[in-house]
C-alpha cells in the first residue's frame, strides 16, 4: 500500500488519535501511567474487579490504556500499519467490529488464565486487538491471495508466529490475550468477509 493512502481519514486513523489522546489524560507526567494501581482507577483489566465487582467494561477499556510511552508507540507503529492494510481491503465497518470485538474476547483468555492461576495481575494495551487484526490478516490472505500484492501468505506466516512467539521471550507480556486475539480475530474474518463480487487485486468491500 502507498504511503499517500494512509494520509485520509480512517478507523485506524482515529483508534491511534484515540489511545494517544487516552495516555495523554492517563499519564501525568510519564510516571503513573507504569504504575498498575494507577490505570485501574482508568479501567485496566484484573480478575477480582471483573468478577468480583462485575466490571465487564474493563474489557473493553483495557485496550485503550498502555504501560508509558514504549508500549503506547509498539503498540500504535502496528496498529498504523496493519490496521490501515486491513482497513483498506474490508471497509470501516467490518474493521471496526473485528477490532472492538477482537479486543474484548481477547481479554477473556487471559482473565480465565489469571483465575485459574490465582494471580492479581493488571493487564492492559491495544495488543490483544491488535493480534485480532493479525488473525483476520492471515484468514484474508489465506482466502484472498491476490487481494494486496506486498501481502504474501508466507511473509503473513512468518510474522504472525514470530509476533506470537517472541511475547514468550519477553517478561511481562499477556501471551494469552495475544493468542486469543489471534484465534477470534480469524474466526470473525471467517465470518464477517465473505464478498460476493470479489475480484482479483481489488478491495474485498468497496465501502468507505
Not at 492494510?85 to 465497518?93: P, R, T, Y
Not at 494495551?125 to 490478516?137: D, E, Q, R, V
Not at 508466529?161 to 511481562?172: H, K, R
Request: aromatic share 14%; proline share 2%.
Amino acid at each position: 500500500m502507498e504511503l499517500s493512502k494512509y494520509k485520509k481519514i480512517t478507523i485506524t486513523n482515529l483508534i491511534v488519535l484515540v489511545n494517544i489522546i487516552v495516555f495523554i489524560i492517563t499519564d501525568r507526567f510519564s510516571i503513573l501511567s507504569e504504575d498498575p494501581e494507577w490505570l485501574l482507577r482508568f479501567g485496566a483489566m484484573e480478575v477480582s474487579h471483573i468478577i468480583d465487582s462485575h466490571e465487564y467494561y474493563r474489557l473493553f477499556t483495557a485496550n485503550f490504556l498502555h504501560f508509558g510511552i514504549e508500549h503506547l508507540g509498539s503498540n500504535m507503529v502496528l496498529l498504523f500499519l496493519i490496521g490501515n492494510l486491513i482497513e483498506e481491503s474490508v471497509g470501516k465497518i467490518r474493521f471496526s467490529l473485528i477490532y472492538i470485538i477482537g479486543g474484548i474476547l481477547a481479554n477473556i483468555p487471559s482473565l480465565v488464565y489469571n483465575m485459574i492461576d490465582a494471580q492479581e495481575v493488571v493487564s492492559a494495551g491495544a495488543s490483544g486487538a491488535i493480534f485480532a487484526l493479525c488473525g483476520a490478516l492471515f484468514w484474508i490472505t489465506l482466502r484472498y491471495p491476490n487481494l494486496q500484492k506486498e501481502v504474501t501468505l508466507p511473509r503473513v506466516i512468518i510474522f504472525s508466529f514470530l509476533s506470537l512467539a517472541s511475547g514468550f521471550y519477553t517478561e511481562g507480556i499477556d501471551n494469552f490475550a495475544h493468542l486469543g486475539g489471534f484465534v477470534f480475530g480469524f474466526i470473525l474474518a471467517m465470518i464477517l468477509i465473505h464478498p460476493k463480487n470479489y475480484r482479483k487485486g481489488k478491495a474485498v468491500y468497496d465501502e468507505n
